[in-house]
């Protein structure tokens, strides 16, 4: 059997991250769905935006790829999705909103803080980096809100409104599991390859890069009314 070549897939791995994003936002299909589908089309919905999430997915992998075994894997994506499901329902449930624009600025700066702090960023301004737990659970929140406003961008109605907010944050939750499946595996696997600690640096280098693109992208959105 023939061994993965990290430098190889590499680049076909960072080509194919953003055009996740092209169906990232709220669509008139979307709203067609949901409207006719009824609670089974949010958690469609709900997944399916999170599977196209490439933001929140290269937060995770920024996440996963700091930590060494699957128990702490397993604690800090369970409070990441504390935090995303507290926003989520919450600020959805009380119509608390924000320009997306914004709201996804900050959650590409988190991209880019993640990519930072993996690179031994905080080391090499000689400052003690933050509790990494703590900032997971603060990032979550902040991912949460993001979903929510886009959750609200929809014409959900007021019939069976809590039921809609759960039946989306299930699809979230569903989506998320099954875009960690592969990530995990891929980090997993490559740890094993002596070309790790380049496959490493390249891939926190390009979450650094992204979450300047994208961070550059939302204000730009947001200045020019987009």
């Known amino acids: 059997m023939r061994q993965i070549n990290l430098r190889q897939a590499l680049p076909l791995l960072l080509l194919f991250v953003p055009f996740l994003g092209f169906a990232h936002d709220v669509t008139s299909a979307d709203q067609e769905l949901l409207r006719d589908g009824g609670l089974w089309a949010y958690i469609r919905v709900g997944a399916t935006h999170m599977l196209t999430g490439y933001d929140h997915l290269l937060f995770l992998a920024g996440v996963i790829f700091y930590l060494n075994n699957f128990k702490d894997i397993l604690k800090f994506i369970t409070v990441f999705t504390i935090g995303h499901c507290i926003t989520l329902i919450g600020a959805t449930y009380a119509g608390i909103t924000a320009n997306e624009h914004l709201v996804d600025a900050v959650i590409a700066g988190s991209v880019l803080y993640k990519g930072f702090e ?50 989306f944050n299930l699809g979230v939750e569903i989506g998320q599991v099954l875009a960690l499946i592969p990530i995990v595996f891929i980090i997993t696997l490559s740890r094993r390859h002596k070309q790790f600690p380049a496959f490493y640096k390249a891939v926190n280098w390009y979450l650094v890069l992204a979450g300047i693109g994208l961070l550059g992208y939302q204000l730009y959105g947001y200045f020019n009314g987009h």
């Not at 090499?124 to 949460?144: E, N, Y």
Request: proline share 4%; hydrophobic share 45%; charged share 20%.
């Open 118 to 167: 993996n690179l031994g960023g905080f080391e090499k301004l000689k400052v003690k980096p933050p509790d990494l737990l703590l900032m997971v659970g603060i990032f979550g929140l902040i991912h949460g809100f993001g979903l929510s406003t886009r959750l609200q961008s929809f014409d959900t109605g007021q019939e069976q409104f809590l039921a809609k907010i759960l039946c």
